[in-house]
Each structure stands twice: as C-alpha cells, then as structure tokens.
C-alpha cells in the first residue's frame, strides 16, 4: 500500500541542531510526492516528503499482531540524513515494532512512530487474520538412555592401569630402567 509520509520541519531548540525533523501523519494510498509543501505555520512547516510503500511479509505476521496489540498501534517510518537539500530522506515505512528496534539499534536513522488510523489498523488486521500461524511450543524430552553405565572413551587405551587414567603414557625405554 501506498503511504504518503508529512513531515513538520521546525526550528531546532539548540545551536547544534538548526531544523528539527518530525513525522506527524502517513497518508494511505497517497499519490507519489517529492517535499510537496502543504502547510506553513511561521518558521514550522509540513510536507508531503514522499510516498513509499508498506509492505506486509507473511514472515513477519507476528511482528504485526505485536505491533497492533500495543497501546497505540503504529506505524514506524525510518528517516536517514541526506546531502539533499532537506537534510534527511524517507527510507521505509513498516507496522513491524521488530523491524523499527533494528533500525533504531544502529543509532544512524532516526524512527518515528505515527499512530495507525482505523482503516490502516483493519488492513494490517486482515493480513494478520490471514496469515499468522501460531507457533506451538513443544518442550523437548530427554531420552532414556542411560549413559552413566560406561565410561567410554575416556583416558588413552594405551595405559593399562585403571589408577590414572588420565596420565600421558611412557615410552617403551623409559619404562625398562
């Protein structure tokens, strides 16, 4: 699905950062857009920066059911710093929460979550619906084999007392004196 991504553009609240970059809204099935002006409010403005497309993967299905079970369920879009004149990029938008840890774990992106509208949540739902299985768990059984029966391989075959098991053996000549 199509998703159109605004960005507000504001001014920064420190000398070392001069704009600050923030998601507001996504737009479901938006037109492509490249730093379309849609509002200006003083030094603060909004644009329709791009449009990019939510993929669902079957794999992930259970990334998704996370991600809709929470509080507020999101969509997490991924912005990286850009020689552009804007200064930052769209990357990718994703509903996957497991998806958006791993780009907020580099520390080189930055993540903005942005909450889901209803119809979004139905279409993730739907998708979920139809393809999350449920992993069932399955503890794993000992066998019955008894292993404390033989000690098999342990020490060198060579030495044939049962003291030391573990000593290097003696050559042949050392063992004549």
Do not use: C
């Amino acid at each position: 699905m199509p998703l159109g991504i605004v960005i507000r553009k504001s001014p920064g609240v420190t000398r070392w950062a001069k704009w600050n970059w923030r998601v507001v809204a996504v737009l479901p099935g938006a037109a492509p857009e490249d730093w379309r002006e849609l509002r200006r409010d003083g030094d603060a403005v909004e644009f329709h920066a791009a449009t990019v497309d939510l993929e669902l993967w079957h794999g992930e299905a259970e990334s998704y059911l996370t991600g809709l079970s929470t509080r507020v369920p999101s969509i997490y879009v991924i912005l990286t710093e850009s020689d552009g004149p804007q200064g930052v990029d769209v990357l990718l938008a994703t509903a996957s929460p497991y998806e958006a840890q791993d780009y907020a774990d580099s520390g080189e992106e930055i993540v903005e979550q942005v909450p889901m509208s209803e119809a979004l949540m139905a279409w993730v739902r739907e998708f979920v619906d139809a393809h999350y299985e449920e992993e069932v768990f399955v503890k794993r059984k000992r066998d019955k084999k008894r292993i404390d029966l033989v000690q098999d391989g342990i020490g060198d075959a060579r030495i044939s007392t049962a003291s030391d098991v573990y000593r290097a053996p003696a050559s042949k000549k050392a063992a004549v004196h």
